[in-house]
């Protein structure tokens, strides 16, 4: 009995080595940890810009805001004016801008009357006070010339191959001319947080669920930045991945069918707005906050874990109707979850001067209803405004 029970065990022990030890070898393979940013050709401050925000993450939560610079509700291409900064006392630590309509040939405005010489000057602003740069592109449909919106069928038509690849690379082309000059006056080109092909498990954009397959759209987004990269040598881009969330559209599942891979992203992130329709109410809005915070943290988890820096890559609730939105709503849902503390930054929406579309705003301006809360927000040491942050752009800072 003895002589046949100890090999037994021994092959039982051996088994259930190999086990583990397959099982630790398909998770090193599935998820691997990067150190830098997936461009292997990045420029010295677009390293370090990943570096430290890297590092930043850990302790503080960037606050950024679409379009600051630019208009606010109760103004238009003011210079200096900022809506953030007149309530808050600082510009925000991130800016975004929306490149929407700089594929088309001529076209001097973005698709919300954003001059992009003007938006150069305000990039090249934002970066030397120290802010965080972050783009986005409504990129119109290039099969029917229609806006983003148009969820015409694209991706076989413009992929190489497609009898429309010609037309998507020249929009690429005018994409990376743009690009190329927004350096600094000696020649250095400003990092930039790219954020291609957007909410894409959502199906309202044409590179959205639905409107294109996952295989196509993880084609186009490697195509776009191997593109960037090798033929047009931009190396001063981080790029962020950011689907709905992992409770919406899709989900986890969604969340991953379509990602990338690692060789194209840099950060990690999701978009998702407190309104999600007209229906919910306030007391709906408070009701979510805890599972915001469970999302933030599962997708501050998820990044870590693959060396990618997490954000919350846009949100916002609509004309901010809740007094304390900012210290209740935001910042306790960061703050609900021990993980979702870690992301890296929070960008809300743009302020629509309200003479061009009333009603479409997501930071306060100065009387607004929230203002008073979001001055407590920012005063939070989790939140930092432009005027907090260490340089973002200096190597092992
Ligand atoms: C949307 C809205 C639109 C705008 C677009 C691109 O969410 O704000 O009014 O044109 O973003 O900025």
Redesign the pocket.
């Known amino acids: 009995m003895k002589a046949i029970k100890f090999p037994l065990l021994y092959l039982g022990m051996l088994g259930l080595f190999l086990v583990f030890a397959s099982c630790a070898k398909t998770e090193s393979r599935e998820v691997q940890v990067s150190n830098g940013p997936a461009d292997p050709n990045a420029t010295t401050e677009t390293k370090a810009l990943f570096a430290n925000l890297k590092k930043l993450a850990k302790d503080h939560v960037l606050y950024g805001h679409?379009?600051d610079l630019a208009y606010g509700v109760k103004w238009i291409n003011e210079p200096g004016r900022s809506d953030v900064k007149e309530v808050a006392g600082s510009y925000p630590a991130v800016y975004g801008w929306?490149v929407?309509d700089i594929g088309n040939e001529g076209a001097t405005e973005?698709?919300?009357h954003v001059n992009f010489n003007n938006m150069r000057e305000w990039i090249k602003q934002g970066y030397q006070r120290g802010g965080l740069i972050t783009m986005?592109w409504?990129m119109d449909n290039p099969v029917t010339d229609g806006d983003?919106w148009d969820t015409t069928r694209a991706a076989p038509q413009i992929l190489p191959g497609g009898k429309l690849h010609k037309k998507f690379t020249d929009k690429l082309d005018r994409f990376a001319a743009f690009i190329k000059t927004l350096k600094t006056d000696d020649g250095t080109p400003i990092p930039i947080i790219f954020r291609p092909f957007h909410e894409h498990t959502g199906s309202w954009f044409w590179w959205g669920a639905g409107n294109i397959t996952p295989e196509n759209y993880k084609k186009l987004y490697s195509f776009t930045l191997d593109y960037l990269r090798n033929k047009k040598g931009i190396h001063n881009l981080l790029i962020a991945y950011s689907p709905s969330g992992p409770g919406n559209h899709g989900g986890k599942e969604a969340f991953w069918n379509f990602y990338p891979g690692n060789d194209y992203v840099d950060i990690i992130g999701f978009d998702s707005y407190f309104h999600f329709s007209d229906s919910v109410t306030q007391d709906e809005i408070r009701q979510n906050v805890s599972t915001l915070g469970q999302h933030l943290g599962w997708v501050v988890r998820q990044a870590e874990q693959r060396g990618k820096i997490p954000a919350f890559t846009e949100t916002g609730l609509n004309t901010i109707p809740i007094e304390n939105f900012w210290t209740d709503i935001l910042l306790k849902a960061i703050k609900s979850n021990p993980d979702a503390k870690r992301i890296a930054y929070v960008l809300t929406?743009?302020n629509?001067n309200e003479n061009r579309?009333k009603g479409?705003y997501f930071a306060p301006y100065p009387g607004q209803k929230s203002a008073e809360n979001f001055k407590k927000f920012t005063d939070d040491p989790l939140i930092l405004l432009e005027n907090e942050l260490p340089d973002m752009y200096k190597p092992n800072n």
Do not use: I, P, T, Y
């Open positions: 679409q379009d929306e929407g973005n698709l919300d986005s409504h983003a929406w743009r629509a579309m479409h």
